[in-house]
């Protein structure tokens, strides 16, 4: 997913309002497959159960409230936020498409001011979203607020590879050539140049962890995966929350 090249939410949802009809090509084309390997990965890691209430933040085209609404079942509830309209129309239509049956929910909302209650969920996923947030701690606490005392959260993103400098390398190159090269050819390359940049300010996982202990998070845990070049944060309320 690209990083926004501005703060001001205005900007940030108009980016992404104009990559949603290519945001799934790309991302099919550019991980070679993989990012639904490592979303099955993080739905897996949220843990949610059978007929649970599940939310997906920063939702984008709805590939992760999909998988959590295959988990969850048809008995379950599904709420796929995100602050660009664009996406929530495409993951709308791939529901209806997709799981008719299933009880999926699609908000228009933001990740720093959650629309529900205290303890609302069972399980929440986000996939690529934490290191497009403004304000990286807010994000968590919202997180810990609107998840049940026990349960866990799930968090997906690019990160940067440390302690092997090959891997590192070979990171930027990826991403400043073959990722910009095909963003280019659908008029995206600038919004795509910016992720390489992003992942200087995004914190390590190691400080993610800090980030999520100081949110009040009982357990955290942080699954480094291709060489760390991605990598899933995993962070559970305590129960007595």
Not at 61 to 67: F, R
Not at 128 to 136: A, E, H, K, P, S
Request: glycine fraction near 10%.
């Amino acid at each position: 997913m690209p990083s926004p090249t501005a703060e001001q939410p205005e900007q940030i949802r108009e980016l992404f309002n104009r990559i949603a009809p290519h945001y799934d090509d790309l991302n099919q084309k550019l991980s070679l497959g993989l990012h639904r390997v490592w979303k099955q990965m993080t739905v897996r890691w949220a843990n949610l159960p059978r007929g649970g209430r599940a939310l997906d933040l920063c939702c984008g085209s709805g590939d992760l409230a999909l998988l959590l609404a295959r988990r969850v079942g048809r008995q379950g509830h599904v709420i796929g936020l995100d602050f660009s309209p664009a996406m929530l129309s495409i993951a709308a239509s791939r529901s209806q498409r997709l799981l008719p049956k299933h009880s999926l929910e699609w908000v228009l909302g933001d990740a720093l001011a959650l629309p529900f209650a205290d303890h609302s969920f069972d399980g929440i996923t986000m996939g690529y979203g934490l290191r497009n947030v403004t304000d990286i701690p807010q994000a968590l606490g919202e997180i810990k607020r609107v998840l049940k005392p026990g349960c866990r959260a799930a968090i997906l993103d690019f990160h940067r590879p440390t302690g092997i400098p090959f891997l590192e390398q070979f990171q930027r190159w990826y991403l400043n050539t073959q990722v910009v090269s095909q963003a280019k050819t659908l008029g995206l390359g600038e919004d795509y140049a910016y992720i390489d940049p992003s992942l200087d300010r995004f914190p390590c996982g190691e400080e993610q962890k800090q980030l999520a202990l100081a949110a009040g998070f009982e357990q955290v845990t942080f699954f480094p995966l291709m060489g760390g070049m991605m990598g899933v944060l995993v962070v559970q309320k305590s129960s007595q929350s």
